[in-house]
């Protein structure tokens, strides 16, 4: 007899399909509830790519079912349905943000604010236990009925490879999220690049429009690499000058202008939730993170100096 029945799908993504599932084997539900979500790779390759990340990397599997946080989607194990492996899931009864977006449009910059902190609170949990999470976007945002905003799909990014190969897997969707060291090569990724996908994520939810918008990958990625987005308050003035600029600094091109981990993003979030109205202590605090970092240059008076 099966673990499982499935009672329907949740939705199809880049690498596999969710489904609503009831567990049967009483055991099994006593450690994870009566529904859950399962996760079922798209193909064979998908399949390999989780047996090896997740049954055979053991403590990856151990690190991830290890963690739990209110804003986080908590991973249960990996399960066997049908001659097939697949991911069990938290069940979240609500919607995506993706869906969120589609029904309307623009958020308010309120709404978008409180999404921020609790994603950016789980996320800040994840990048202490040392995880990037180098996939986050609308459809792996998930508002709970009860308003709580849960992050999902960590280490999916693993099962998938490296960028190049997630993201011919992805399409021009999940391009836009992308920052300059995942499409280009000579970068590492890090912290920073969850933190400047979950900018585009914030400049979506309080403009309506991703910040770069291309016919093709292509097209996207030159944008990525050569232009500076518009900033949200040209596209929304509901959006302070504040809020403009922080997002602006998420999206830097070069890593180490942006918020390095969640937590200095999350900071500077509460701060302006909290004080958003002094504009230009404000606007002086982010702009100071835009300064190129200084190259340091030996002179001979015997110490390091600064470059002019
Ligand atoms: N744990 C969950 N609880 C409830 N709904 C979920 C859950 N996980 C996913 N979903 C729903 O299923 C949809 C598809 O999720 P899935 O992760 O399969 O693809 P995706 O997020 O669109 O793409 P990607 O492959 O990049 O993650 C989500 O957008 C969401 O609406
Ligand atoms: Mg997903």
Redesign the pocket.
Known sequence: MENFELIRL?????????FLARVLDDKLKSETGEFI?L?IPLNREREEGLIKELITNALFNLKLRGMKHPNV?SYLGFAKFKEHYGMM????EG??L??EMAEKKVLSVEFALAIAEGILSGLTYAHKAGLIHR?I?P??I?IASNGVAKL??FG?SNILGDTESRYGR?GTG?FAYMPKECVKKGYKEGFYSDTYSFGATLYEMVTGKLPFVGMSGIEIKKMILEQRPAPPIFLNQEVGEGLSAIILVSLSKEPEQRFQTAEEFLEIIKEYRRNGKDVDRYIKKVEEKKEPPKKRMFVPTGGWGEEE
């Open positions: 949740l939705g199809e993504g880049g690498f596999g399909k969710t979500a996760k989607v899931m938290e069940y979240v919607k995506s993706r869906q996939d976007n459809s792996n998930l999902t799909d999916i992805m999940t």
